[in-house]
């Protein structure tokens, strides 16, 4: 395994403490499953340093009293489970809504998103076993050991998506155990939902009848109106980020690239929470007109990205290519930042652009 600063150096550094770092995007279309050291990381504090042997994962709110779970109980109490899914960032193509008016948080490109087969148990196996009654108005709330401003991180999420048969404790991550800076031993894998919802370094979760109190899930992770600013804005106002929107992003060529005239192939993914990608239109001429791309989906993993391709013949001078995805509702993506722009940067579903120049 190759070290923590040596997968630094593969990618695009945001920050170093807390670390947070995405591929570039050419390398990000490489693999329908990115690879681990390839996967763009999310942290909001020090990563913390856990031994998989001591780890224990409380698990509080069934029909008994709490019990503690070693890697081991997990892996011997439950049947194995492989789901292939994307986990993206909500702040993911943050740096396009940046270019309308200023949002707080770094400025992601579209490399906040990647695919995995992760595996482990199924969340709803552990929670059935311990007696926890389907319900509404329930929440699992979990709590992580990395702290953010003297908290540990925590998040919720309903009940019912917890006992979803998509939703995991995973202790791997394409076939591999799970690396220090991907939530080594344990994490949560929350399919459809922002990344948010999947907290890294379990050490506990409990099913209660309130969403998690914790700063990260009552305060962060909410979707405001336009007029809203840092200064009025009120979480329990704000649409709390769960299921993420259709989104679509060129991966080759990259921003600024010098192409040779005539045909010349896009790549990019296409993506949603929980519908289908149905079509995928690629436009030369920044929205003019459009060409189908041709799509690549893997076969039972409804949770996994969409991976499309189009050759364009592309004439000397400048361009702006641009994407937009359908999704199984027949809905497409806003053309513009600006419709969706809020003051916190999150959820940038617009048209993807990316000005290319062709040579004479
Ligand atoms: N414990 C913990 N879990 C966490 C986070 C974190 O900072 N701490 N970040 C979340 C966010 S915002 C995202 S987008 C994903 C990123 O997962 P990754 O770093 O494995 O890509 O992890 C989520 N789980
Ligand atoms: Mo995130």
């Given at each position: 395994m190759s070290s923590l600063a040596e997968r630094k150096a593969r990618l695009i550094v945001h920050g170093d403490r807390p670390y947070n770092a995405e591929p570039p995007l050419g390398?990000?279309?490489?693999?329908?499953?990115?690879?681990?050291?390839?996967?763009?990381?999310?942290?909001?504090?020090?990563?913390?340093?856990?031994?998989a042997e001591s780890w224990r994962l409380t698990v509080a709110g069934g029909a008994g009293a709490a019990r503690d779970f070693s890697l081991h109980d997990l892996r011997t109490g439950f049947p194995e489970e492989t789901v292939t899914a994307t986990m993206q960032?909500?702040?993911?193509?943050?740096?396009?809504?940046?270019?309308?008016a200023p949002v707080s948080g770094d400025p992601w490109d579209a490399g906040a998103i990647g695919t995995a087969a992760w595996t482990g148990?199924?969340?709803?196996?552990?929670?059935?076993?311990?007696?926890?009654?389907?319900?509404?108005?329930?929440?699992?709330?979990?709590?992580?050991?990395?702290?953010?401003?003297?908290?540990?991180?925590?998040?919720?999420?309903?009940?019912?998506?917890?006992?979803?048969?998509?939703?995991?404790?995973?202790?791997?991550?394409?076939?591999?155990?799970?690396?220090?800076?991907?939530?080594?031993?344990?994490?949560?894998?929350?399919?459809?939902?922002?990344?948010?919802?999947?907290?890294?370094?379990?050490?506990?979760?409990?099913?209660?009848?309130?969403?998690?109190?914790?700063p990260i899930q009552a305060g962060d992770y909410k979707l405001y109106p336009?007029?809203?600013?840092?200064?009025?804005?009120?979480?329990a106002l704000g649409?709390?980020?769960?299921?993420?929107?259709?989104?679509?992003?060129?991966?080759?060529?990259?921003?600024?690239?010098?192409l040779r005239a005539g045909t010349n192939r896009i790549r990019g993914y296409a993506v949603s929470g929980d519908r289908a990608i149905v079509r995928v239109d690629v436009s030369g001429d920044g929205g003019r007109s459009w060409m189908q791309a041709a799509l690549?989906?893997?076969?039972?993993?409804?949770?996994?990205?969409?991976?499309?391709?189009?050759?364009?013949?592309?004439?000397?001078?400048?361009?702006?290519?641009?994407?937009?995805?359908?999704?199984?509702?027949?809905?497409?993506?806003?053309?513009?930042?600006d419709d969706t722009w809020n003051h916190k940067g999150y959820l940038c579903a617009c048209w993807h652009r990316v000005r290319v120049s062709v040579a004479a």
């Open positions: 390398r990000l279309r490489a693999a329908y499953r990115t690879p681990a050291a390839d996967f763009y990381v999310r942290s909001h504090g020090d990563l913390p340093d856990l031994d960032c909500a702040g993911n193509r943050r740096a396009d809504m940046r270019a309308v148990v199924r969340l709803g196996d552990v929670l059935r076993a311990l007696g926890v009654a389907e319900g509404a108005d329930r929440h699992v709330a979990f709590e992580s050991h990395d702290r953010v401003e003297g908290h540990a991180y925590g998040v919720s999420i309903p009940l019912a998506k917890a006992m979803a048969p998509e939703t995991l404790l995973a202790y791997a991550m394409n076939g591999a155990p799970l690396l220090p800076e991907h939530g080594f031993p344990v994490r949560a894998v929350v399919p459809g939902y922002a990344g948010v919802r999947s907290p890294k370094w379990l050490r506990r979760l409990a099913v209660q009848d309130h969403p998690s109190d914790n336009p007029d809203v600013t840092a200064e009025t804005a009120d979480p649409h709390t980020i769960e299921t993420m929107p259709l989104n679509a992003a060129i991966c080759e060529p990259p921003r600024g690239a010098i690549e989906h893997e076969t039972g993993a409804p949770f996994a990205w969409t991976f499309w391709a189009v050759d364009l013949d592309l004439p000397p001078g400048e361009h702006d290519l641009a994407v937009r995805a359908w999704d199984a509702a027949g809905q497409t993506q806003p053309a513009l930042p």
